[in-house]
């Protein structure tokens, strides 16, 4: 892409991955963008990098605007690779720009790259001035690792959130007004469920470090940028940083074996649907991993099923169950079911990921063979 103009001497510079379809586990169909923001004043700042692949279009981008040469500052929001890759080739080409980031960022960036980079660590709140601008620098640990911060504007009212905000979609208009709101609020949901939910309390900081900001535009480092939706965004990280979940909806996730866990699993959608539950059945020998995750992110009752293969679960809701453990849903009621032969261990193994989030149980569902 070419450098976008977001306001008066603000440019989004970063780079659209069209054909990434998975991240860490994570499966992203509709590829995603590694935002860099570059801002003119006295001192020129850059926020945020790219992917190392994509450091010669992060490069050509900001030469459209100014040379490589002149950015004095570069700010380091997150050291995550999708973020900081292209940071060694600028850091090399550009010796003289003073690196602002976190403590844990400069010793990830050492760990991670096998190389010492001169930082300037910032404090909470502290400000950097570039002339007309104020930066002031919001440390947000676990959103999305312990070096992450954000980084606010306040003449031009913008925050540039990295991580928080943030939706995998590759998408050559660069504002939510383009995308819409619901596709926006799909994509961020996905995002967060599958990225930011074992990080709820840490949002919740966040968010209460940034209410007293007045913000007019989120740069996320990742998708659109948002004009248009912030109170809409802002308001849904509110409901899923606290695990507000809508008591009338429920997912179904399974796998089956021979047909007749799948029997069971719509079974259960036509009980739960006929009482005037909203429900969406997921077979995951159809959906990825993270598509369940994030159909569970407003679901109240979570239901997983699987055969008994072997005296253990069915490979694919193994891999769900794992996966959902570590981002850990809370506040939710589940419940087990499935069909076996003859020992029937799946329905106890699904509860104990259950138990291990903290749900509560509805009684299990078990079948011998047929239900
Ligand atoms: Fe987009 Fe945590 O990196």
Not at 207 to 223: M, T
């Amino acid at each position: 892409m070419s450098a976008i103009k977001i306001k008066e001497n603000i440019y989004a510079v970063g780079a659209i991955d069209y054909d990434i379809r998975t991240f860490h586990g994570y499966e992203t169909p509709y590829g995603t963008t590694y935002n860099s923001y570059l801002i003119l004043d006295e001192k020129i700042s850059l926020v945020d990098f790219v992917k190392a692949p994509f450091t010669d279009e992060l490069k050509s981008n900001i030469e459209e605007i100014v040379p490589l040469s002149k950015i004095d500052y570069f700010i380091v929001n997150h050291i995550e690779p999708d973020h900081s890759g292209a940071l060694p080739a600028l850091a090399d080409l550009v010796p003289n720009a003073s690196i602002f980031c976190t403590a844990n960022a400069q010793k990830g960036l050492k760990a991670y790259y096998k190389r010492d980079f001169d930082c300037h660590l910032v404090k909470p709140f502290e400000t950097l001035n570039t002339g007309k601008f104020n930066f002031t620098f919001v440390p947000m640990p676990m959103v999305h690792w312990p070096d992450s911060m954000s980084t606010y504007l306040s003449e031009e009212k913008i925050l540039f959130s990295n991580d928080a905000f943030g939706q995998h979609i590759a998408i050559a208009e660069a504002f939510d007004d383009n995308l819409g709101l619901d596709r926006l609020l799909e994509r961020a949901g996905d995002y967060y469920a599958n990225i930011v939910f074992p990080f709820g309390a840490q949002v919740q900081k966040l968010l209460s470090q940034v209410s007293s900001f007045d913000i007019e535009i989120i740069c996320p480092s990742h998708g659109q940028i948002l004009r248009s939706f912030v109170p809409q965004m802002v308001e849904k990280y509110q409901r899923w940083s606290q695990n507000i979940t809508d008591e009338n909806r429920a997912v179904i996730i399974f796998d089956t074996m021979w047909g007749s866990t799948e029997i069971m699993a719509n079974s259960l959608l036509d009980e739960w649907t006929k009482e005037g539950k909203h429900v969406e059945l997921i077979d995951l020998r159809k959906s990825h991993i993270s598509y369940a995750m994030a159909r569970l992110l407003e679901a109240k009752t979570i239901a997983v099923g699987s055969s008994t293969l072997n005296n253990n679960l069915l490979p694919n809701v193994a891999s769900f169950l794992t996966y959902m453990k570590g981002l850990k849903p809370k506040g939710r009621i589940g419940l087990a079911f499935g069909s076996y032969g003859w020992s029937g261990e799946s329905i106890g193994q699904i509860e104990e990921f259950f138990n291990a989030l903290g749900f509560e149980l509805l009684p299990s569902r078990k079948a011998i063979y047929r239900p």
